[in-house]
């Protein structure tokens, strides 16, 4: 039998007091494991844009001790930072992530290729929009732009871009199963109803159709990243 290591992320000293992150994250792990055995949690405070987790680490180091699986709650507790989770699932520790169990690493890896592409296209058109902005001679709202730091105001933009991109669960989970069926030589018709039997949702909460899934397919998943 599989034994788990779990760990817990929380944010803010603020979650910390409080528990209400940790408490959420720890009963969607039971509730996933039921009865496999948990042999120890680790719980981390820190921003998911840092990549210095010392009980991240213990974690891994514990999961290699005992072959035990890593499990975490949701993708997003483990990193928002998409070099550091690829990083991760290079390492010889399997990992599973509750709220998306049917992925592997190949698709995890999609996964954050994807996001790492829509963030290079975002940041790409927010300085040709500034830079046509200067151009015509406007000047900026923000305060580093008035006072013509052009690159901080990018490097800023292209930070709440990236984690606009690296958030977008949803697009990014479909497109990454669409496209290992593809890959599979499934029609969209079977990607479609696999989508729907594995509770994929639309961006309103619905069920997939075809139509959606094409279009998913082309915008994600027919240019090279």
């Known amino acids: 039998m599989k034994t788990y290591i779990a760990y817990l992320r929380q944010s803010t ?12 994250q720890r009963e969607i792990i039971n ?15 820190e921003t998911g844009k840092r990549n210095d987790r010392p009980k991240l680490m213990e974690a891994l180091a514990q999961c290699r001790k005992t072959n035990s699986v890593l499990v975490v709650a949701k993708l997003d507790r483990l990193s928002r930072n998409v070099a550091f989770t690829s990083k ?19 698709i995890l890896h999609i996964i954050s290729s994807i996001a790492e592409y829509e963030a290079n296209l ?11 902005k200067k151009a015509r001679g ?37 497109a990454a199963l669409i496209k290992a069926m593809i890959n599979d030589n499934k029609s969209f018709a079977e990607i479609t109803k696999s989508l729907n039997l594995q509770g994929f949702k639309t961006s309103r909460g619905c069920q997939f159709q075809i139509v959606q899934v094409q279009r998913i397919y082309e915008k994600y998943c027919t240019t090279p990243i």
């Open 138 to 174: 406007c000047k900026l709202g923000k305060s580093e732009n008035l006072m013509n730091k052009h690159v901080q105001a990018i490097q800023n933009s292209n930070k709440t871009n990236i984690q606009k991109a690296v958030n977008n669960d949803n697009n990014k989970r479909a």
């Open 88 to 106: 991760l699932l290079e390492n010889d520790v399997e990992i599973l992530f509750c709220d998306f169990p049917e992925a592997n690493r190949l």
């Open 31 to 45: 509730n996933h494991l039921k009865n496999a055995p948990i042999i120890n949690e680790f719980v981390e405070t």
């Open 122 to 132: 975002i940041s790409m058109r927010t300085r040709q929009s500034l830079q046509a």
């Open 13 to 24: 000293s603020k979650q910390e007091q409080s528990g209400l992150g940790v408490e959420a």
